[in-house]
């Protein structure tokens, strides 16, 4: 939604923005771009080999800084390289489609690789810890509310059973336990939602949106704008009810009174971009 970025960022010579989730560098080498000759722009990511990915792209620019940063120290890690109040901040959430096409990186149920999904491999629980540790009534919770499955019990069940026979390592593993469970229909594979569920859990993806969300809110200028892509429901009602809340209690405004899609257009050209929904929120005086 690169069109809807830098309508609501609104990027201008001089200022300083903040893109909380670099990646591969695609919406900060837009923001550059609309910024002309002056600005700065801090990239960051949580990911230390998509941040090397963004350094290659962006590195010869000036006016870029990078740190390697969890949402939740994004305030602290802005302060430390001069970007303590800022005009933006731009938050494009969820796993990126380098690490899911990185096999390695245990993020894809089609890979053959260890059961992984740690966005920042220096530190946490793998997904293997989890699904072979965890207690059958714990999986079955975790894969219902951060996968919103409905069939997260017999999922469970059948994980339970596979890892008491021997330990589930690799992601095409824990995919064949869960076909096997719940069966295969329509074109969507069945272990989909219980592998986000696992990624968001390892990666205390909505804890750190919480946590980021604040951090965000707390570095802008009075007239400076958060936007936040999402790209499920949970990320989304999250996003929703913090700028109505920021709304409502006066220190935000809200210029999205509904998320935004991407066009029918983008969607046919970009068909990761489907699911994904923009919203904006200015800091108030």
Same mark, same amino acid.
């Given at each position: 939604?690169?069109?809807?970025?830098?309508?609501?960022?609104?990027?201008?010579?001089?200022?300083?923005?903040?893109?909380?989730?670099?990646?591969?560098?695609?919406?900060?080498?837009?923001?550059?771009?609309?910024?002309?000759?002056?600005?700065?722009?801090?990239?960051?990511?949580?990911?230390?080999?998509?941040?090397?990915?963004?350094?290659?792209?962006?590195?010869?620019?000036?006016?870029?800084?990078?740190?390697?940063?969890?949402?939740?120290?994004?305030?602290?890690?802005?302060?430390?390289?001069?970007?303590?109040?800022?005009?933006?901040?731009?938050?494009?959430?969820?796993?990126?489609?380098?690490?899911?096409?990185?096999?390695?990186?245990?993020?894809?149920?089609?890979?053959?690789?260890?059961?992984?999904? $740690?966005?920042?491999? %220096?530190?946490? @629980?793998? *997904?293997?810890?989890?699904?072979?540790?965890?207690?059958? &009534?714990? #999986? =079955? /919770?975790?894969?219902?509310?951060?996968?919103?499955?409905?069939?997260? $019990?017999?999922?469970? %069940?059948?994980? @339970?059973? *596979?890892?008491?026979?021997?330990?589930?390592?690799?992601? &095409?593993? #824990? =995919? /064949?336990?869960?076909?096997?469970?719940?069966?295969?229909?329509?074109?969507?594979?069945?272990?989909?939602?219980?592998?986000? *569920?696992?990624?968001?859990?390892?990666?205390?993806?909505?804890?750190? #949106?919480?946590?980021?969300?604040?951090?965000?809110?707390?570095?802008?200028?009075?007239?400076?704008?958060?936007?936040?892509?999402?790209?499920?429901?949970?990320?989304?009602?999250?996003?929703?009810?913090?700028?109505?809340?920021?709304?409502?209690?006066?220190?935000?405004?809200?210029?999205?009174?509904?998320?935004?899609?991407?066009?029918?257009?983008?969607?046919?050209?970009?068909?990761?971009?489907?699911?994904?929904?923009?919203?904006?929120?200015?800091?108030?005086?």
């Amino acid at each position: 939604m690169s069109r809807e970025v830098l309508e609501y960022m609104r990027p201008e010579q001089g200022e300083a923005y903040v893109d909380a989730t670099v990646g591969p560098g695609g919406h900060s080498e837009l923001l550059l771009e609309a910024m002309a000759k002056g600005g700065r722009l801090l990239c960051i990511d949580r990911d230390a080999q998509v941040l090397e990915l963004a350094k290659k792209r962006l590195g010869h620019d000036s006016r870029c800084s990078f740190a390697h940063a969890a949402f939740a120290d994004m305030a602290h890690a802005a302060s430390d390289a001069g970007f303590a109040k800022v005009q933006g901040v731009l938050m494009d959430l969820g796993v990126s489609m380098l690490q899911l096409k990185t096999d390695e990186r245990g993020f894809s149920f089609m890979s053959d690789a260890n059961l992984d999904m $740690r966005m920042d491999p %220096s530190t946490g @629980v793998t *997904a293997e810890d989890v699904v072979n540790s965890w207690p059958e &009534r714990e #999986l =079955a /919770d975790m894969i219902y509310t951060f996968g919103e499955e409905h069939r997260s $019990r017999r999922i469970a %069940s059948s994980i @339970v059973r *596979a890892r008491a026979k021997s330990r589930i390592q690799t992601c &095409r593993q #824990l =995919a /064949d336990v869960i076909e096997k469970a719940v069966g295969r229909s329509g074109r969507t594979h069945p272990a989909t939602r219980t592998f986000q *569920a696992i990624r968001i859990e390892v990666n205390d993806e909505m804890g750190q #949106l919480t946590r980021g969300l604040e951090a965000a809110s707390g570095m802008l200028y009075q007239g400076g704008r958060l936007v936040v892509i999402t790209y499920h429901s949970l990320e989304d009602r999250a996003v929703k009810h913090f700028m109505k809340d920021r709304a409502k209690e006066g220190s935000m405004k809200l210029l999205t009174k509904k998320a935004l899609k991407p066009t029918r257009e983008e969607v046919l050209t970009n068909p990761s971009a489907r699911s994904a929904k923009l919203r904006c929120a200015e800091a108030a005086a």
